[in-house]
């Protein structure tokens, strides 16, 4: 496994980011750069993409989250606040089910609850074709539109090119692999009314993939929650309006 590392190892609160798919732990290097006063934050790469190898066997969201526990072990974290953006978030809600009593907070970016729906299962099956058949660059074709808000989209090609390239960094089976595990995710809406820790939930307000809608239904559902709607984002609310998230971030984890 790899993991990306930022603020100082010896802090004594632990911050640790998912990431989206096809991304890797890279996604998160404005947040890496600008660690929270007082916070080490972690990033790994979930299996099949960036640096972490894969599993063998059927793919299901809970790899990821046996990696996420191994790699807190590892580290000696005994308590930490879990933040997931998208696919980081299914990993997040899966987390929680296996060892909810290790997560002192809980953040939740530009995701949803639910599982996925026929119809996106067909979309996932059409995305396995497209990589089999024409590999990762064609995955960023696809999705780099989709990602973005159309701010960034009309006003930052530094972004869309980086994006572009942390996809295409990924290889077709991790890729393909990761498509499964999203398709085959079970649905965590039950277990929202089970996270009794504080919860922030953000989405760019021009998120075209989970949108605001459903981070409203994410926040109502969670006990103890503040929404953050981040304007002139998209999905990738993080890469697009660094500034705006980690001060949500920064703020909610003054308060928890
Ligand atoms: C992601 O950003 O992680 C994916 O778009 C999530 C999904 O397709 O369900």
Redesign the pocket.
């Known amino acids: 496994m790899r993991w990306l590392e930022g603020g100082p190892v010896e802090a004594t609160r632990t911050l640790v980011w998912l990431?989206?798919?096809?991304?890797s732990a890279e996604m998160w290097q404005p947040q890496l750069d600008a660690a929270p006063e007082g916070w080490r934050v972690v990033a790994p790469d979930l299996a099949g993409f960036g640096g972490t190898v894969d599993h063998d066997g059927r793919p299901e969201i809970d790899d990821f989250a046996r990696d996420v526990d191994e790699l807190v072990l590892y580290l000696g974290l005994r308590r930490f606040v879990l933040g997931g953006?998208?696919?980081?978030?299914?990993a997040a809600f899966a987390y929680l089910r296996l060892h909810a009593e290790r997560v002192m907070g809980v953040i939740l970016a530009?995701?949803?609850s639910g599982a996925?729906t026929p119809v996106?299962r067909e979309g996932r099956q059409k995305m396995l074709d497209v990589v089999s058949t024409s590999g990762v660059a064609a995955i960023a074709d696809e999705?780099v539109p989709?990602?973005l808000g159309t701010t960034t989209q009309r006003d930052d090609q530094g972004v869309v090119l980086h994006v572009r390239n942390l996809i295409e960094a990924n290889g077709a089976e991790g890729v393909s692999r990761g498509i499964q595990r999203?398709r085959d995710r079970p649905d965590s809406t039950p277990d929202l009314a089970r996270i009794v820790v504080p919860a922030l939930v953000i989405v760019g307000e021009e998120d075209g993939?989970?949108p605001v809608t459903e981070a409203r239904a994410i926040a109502g559902a969670i006990r103890e929650s503040t929404l953050a709607v981040l304007p002139r984002a998209g999905?990738?609310a993080n890469l697009e309006r660094p500034e705006p998230f980690n001060t949500a971030v920064g703020k909610w984890l003054l308060e928890i």
């Open positions: 990431h989206a798919f096809p991304l953006l998208s696919m980081g978030g299914y530009d995701t949803k996925d996106a999705m989709k990602l999203l993939i989970t999905h990738l």
